[in-house]
């Protein structure tokens, strides 16, 4: 996982971009993560974890219409919360992941080890709908850290 890290936050430094993170199911393994990389207090100056609903609507402003309506766990509460990091800590880009890490939670429509990510860049907003059946919380937790750091990448690299 270090070494996507450590591309990411290359590219930020090569472009002169600030990142920042929501997270809900990785309860901070982002922030964790980017930080292990010598360099990365360059381009990342914070993040929240949003474990809870209460935190998503009152820090990051996702909206209580979302949560009731389509769950925490959805593409629009992912966009919501990256979108809304990125305001809050004045980033180029945000990032989130919100989903079901297990053993428990999960529905019918999206059962344990669905994630959804949203990334948010400069006014443009994508989300992912990410699905590992049979990994365990450890597993799902590393593998959604390891594509958000992916596609943060990837989106700086655009700009």
Not at 77 to 94: H, K, L, N, S, Y
Not at 118 to 138: I, N, Q
Request: proline share 3%; hydrophobic share 40%.
């Amino acid at each position: 996982m270090a070494d996507v890290f450590k591309k990411t936050v290359d590219i930020l430094l090569k472009k002169k971009l600030i990142v920042t993170f929501a997270e809900s199911c990785t309860g901070g393994l982002l922030c964790k993560s980017i930080t292990d990389i010598p360099g990365a207090s360059a381009v990342f100056h914070g993040g929240a974890v949003t474990y809870s609903n209460d935190i998503k609507t009152s820090v990051i402003g996702v909206s209580q219409k979302t949560i009731d309506e389509v769950t925490e766990v959805s593409d629009q509460c992912a966009c919501e919360m990256a979108e809304g990091v990125r305001r809050v800590f004045r980033a180029d880009i945000g990032a989130s992941a919100t989903g079901y890490a297990g053993p428990g939670g999960g529905t019918d429509i999206n059962p344990v080890g669905t994630v959804f990510v949203g990334v948010s860049v400069r006014g443009r907003t994508s989300a992912y709908r990410l699905y590992y059946p049979d990994k365990t919380r450890a597993e799902i937790r590393e593998l959604v850290t390891s594509f958000v750091a992916y596609i943060t990448a990837c989106e700086a690299d655009k700009l």
